[in-house]
């Protein structure tokens, strides 16, 4: 700060003491005030560590005054550039956040320990209300209402127990329609004709057939597991697809499946599996 001297050049004349006294004190308060502002314009580099139990990495370290803000390392160290009056704020969601304001002995420090406290968020308690529940997890699910699964009969539509056609019979149901639809009285879709000329709707109806064993194949190998056929029936797991199929293809296998006896179904794969073990080299 530029202070001007100049009242020393002038000439030596009588002044009373009264104003040398204050000419003095006027001169020292503004020496100070330039010491003070040059102090507090000056910034350093501060370097510091957050110290407190648990988890201390990605604690925030924000300068409220200058804007800045910088995050502590996996061991909570730190370095944020402050000046003297500053205010830092730290902050974390596991901690109690914290204000520093940047003192004296806070900028002079070579480094600064900064404890922290963790930050339990207590919940009020809660008290359940509705269905009279008592909060006994056990007791309370034998009166709660159950509710209804979301399906075609507890949503009023036609036909809820009805199973979903496949693909073949959706198409051998197309390919075998009606000549005459209510739609169109006037029209004659000629479709079906067609179709049983070429001998497409034969072909539907066959694979229908062989979709209707496939799928009773697969019901029954999902019914074993693959350990059983290979302790049990010694089928290697990499042919199991194969066995099943030599059982497909058989009429005996498909009247068991239709009559849902067990014991029969397992002595037939047993009798079953010799017989393709035999015939693929596999004993």
């Known amino acids: 700060m530029y202070v001007s001297l100049s009242f020393f050049c002038l000439p030596r004349v ?72 500053d205010t830092l704020v730290f902050s974390a969601v596991q901690l109690k956040p914290k204000i520093l304001p940047v003192s004296k002995a806070i900028f002079s420090s070579a480094f600064l320990r900064v404890p922290m406290e963790r930050f339990v968020n207590e919940l009020r308690e809660v008290t359940v209300m509705p269905y009279g529940l008592s909060g006994d997890l056990a007791s309370d699910l034998t009166t709660l209402p159950e509710k209804k699964p979301v399906d075609a009969s507890t949503l009023g539509l036609p036909n809820p127990g009805k199973p979903h056609p496949s693909q073949s019979e959706r198409l051998l149901a197309e390919a075998g329609g009606s000549l005459w639809s209510p739609s169109r009285p006037l029209a004659v879709s000629l479709n079906p004709i067609l179709n049983a000329i070429s001998g497409r709707t034969k072909m539907l109806k066959n694979r229908v057939k062989v979709d209707k064993k496939y799928a009773r194949t697969q019901r029954v190998q999902r019914s074993y597991s693959d350990s059983i056929f290979q302790t049990t029936f010694l089928i290697p797991k990499e042919k199991i697809d194969d066995f099943m199929y030599f059982c497909e293809v058989d009429d005996a296998f498909q009247q068991l499946v239709e009559q849902r006896d067990g014991l029969k179904l397992w002595a037939y794969l047993e009798k079953k599996s010799k017989v393709y073990r035999a015939n693929n080299g596999l004993e």
């Open 14 to 85: 009588r002044i009373s003491g009264l104003r040398v006294i204050n000419s003095v004190l006027f001169l020292g308060i503004l020496l100070l005030l330039s010491a003070i502002g040059k102090v507090q314009g000056q910034s350093k580099n501060l370097k510091g560590r957050v110290i407190a139990k648990g988890d201390v990495t990605g604690v925030t370290i924000q300068n409220r005054t200058t804007e800045k803000a910088t995050i502590t390392d996996l061991e909570g160290y730190f370095s944020i550039q402050v000046r003297l009056g």
